[in-house]
Structures are given as C-alpha cells and as structure tokens.
C-alpha cells in the first residue's frame, strides 16, 4: 500500500505540472474520434481517401493473394500486415450501409494511437528546446507548438484517409530518442519506422555523427566520459 500511494501521489503531481498539456490532450483525441465516426474526407470536392484502396488490398485476400507471396506491393512489410489485420478483424463485425465503415474505424483508430503518440513527443521536444527556463516557463512555452498542431486541419484531414501517422511516430520517437543521446534505442525505432515507410532512415547521418562525436570524446579522456 505505501508503494501504490507513492505513485498515486507522483501521478497526483505530473498532473498538476501538466494539467493544461493533459487538458488539450482530451481534446485533441476527442475532436479527432469524433472526426473518425463523423467525417467523410473530401467533403463537396471529391470523396477521396487512401482508405478504400487499404480495404481493396486487403480484400484480395480472399483470393489468395498476399504481399510478399503473390502479390506486388510498394510498401514495407509492417503496413500490409496492419492492413490485413485490421480487414479481416472488421469482416466479423455485423455489415452496414457504408461497407468501409468498420474497416475505417479500426484503422482510423489504430493510427489514432500514434497520431496520440506524436502529439505528446511533440510537447516532450517543446521541453526539451526550452529546458533551459524554469519549469513553469518551459511548460507555458512548450504547450505553445502543441496549440498550434490541435488547431490545424490538416492531420485531422490525413488521420481519416492516410497512413502518414503511423510512420511519423517513429520518425519523431527516434528524433527525441537521439536528442535524450540515446542512439542505440533510437536507431532500434528507426528501423521499425522503415519497416513501415522509409522516412525515418533520414535521421541515420544524425545518429551516425551523435555517436562518432560520443567516440571522439571518450577517445580524449582514455575511454572515459566527459
């Protein structure tokens, strides 16, 4: 019992500290579920969205085609998985009007999760840029960016119809991974994150130079850190 009244009282605390950042995090997931059940992308110009061309994929299944068998696919092996996955999950569900329906909530969600994801490793890099202050100024800084990103329409927009979310997590993950100076871990995401896109490979020449430099320095000391 004390050690479970310990932790609440660290929760009770993060809390405080973040109470404003754990404000916009409710709305921010609650705008984009409801956009998720309520929205159909491309409004009065065009009912576009990559997400019947997801479901198209993954029905080809049902003939006994699958990517990296029998069938081509342009993308890395962790997306045609999900897209399967998440197909064949929603063909149990009972049939309705729109038959993507089940099939676009499910992925719409599972993406939700990162696109979460990225919006807490977007404030967790906003207090790492101004660390530096106080506490309190750094915190009122750092929910400055996370405003601005609740507030724009576009990841909304690519949230219902495109994958983007998903491998973005793991490209901004290794970002702050690599700014925490931990490059093996980062280079660990990375790798996943190319395992859905190859965006994150961009940040190999940064972990490269971070642990040459950590190298170079040990090297000065006699293997010692500095």
Not at 8 to 36: G, S, W
Not at 153 to 160: I, S
Request: net charge positive.
């Amino acid at each position: 019992m004390p050690f479970a009244s310990q932790h609440l009282d660290k929760l009770q605390t993060l809390y405080r500290r973040h109470a404003d950042f754990v404000l916009l995090l409710i709305l921010f997931v609650t705008f984009r579920v409801l956009a998720l059940v309520a929205y159909r992308p491309g409004g009065l110009v065009l009912d576009f969205s990559d997400f019947y061309w997801y479901r198209g994929f993954a029905e080809l299944t049902h003939q006994g085609y699958y990517p990296y068998d029998n069938l081509w696919t342009t993308y890395p092996p962790l997306f045609p998985l999900v897209m399967i996955a998440i197909y064949q999950i929603s063909a149990l569900l009972p049939p309705w009007e729109h038959a993507n329906l089940w099939f676009t909530l499910l992925l719409g969600g599972f993406f939700l999760l990162f696109e979460i994801g990225n919006f807490i490793l977007l404030y967790l890099l906003a207090l790492k840029l101004y660390g530096a202050k106080s506490s309190e100024v750094a915190i009122q800084q750092a929910i400055r960016p996370c405003w601005i990103y609740t507030a724009l329409f576009v990841p909304v927009y690519t949230l219902t119809g495109w994958f983007e979310s998903y491998p973005l997590f793991f490209f901004v993950l290794s970002l702050y991974l690599l700014l925490e100076n931990r490059p093996y871990l980062s280079a660990m995401f990375t790798g996943i994150g190319f395992m859905i896109k190859l965006i994150p490979l961009l940040l190999l020449p940064v972990g490269v130079q971070l642990v040459s430099q950590v190298k170079y320095r040990l090297s000065l000391v006699g293997g010692k850190p500095t």
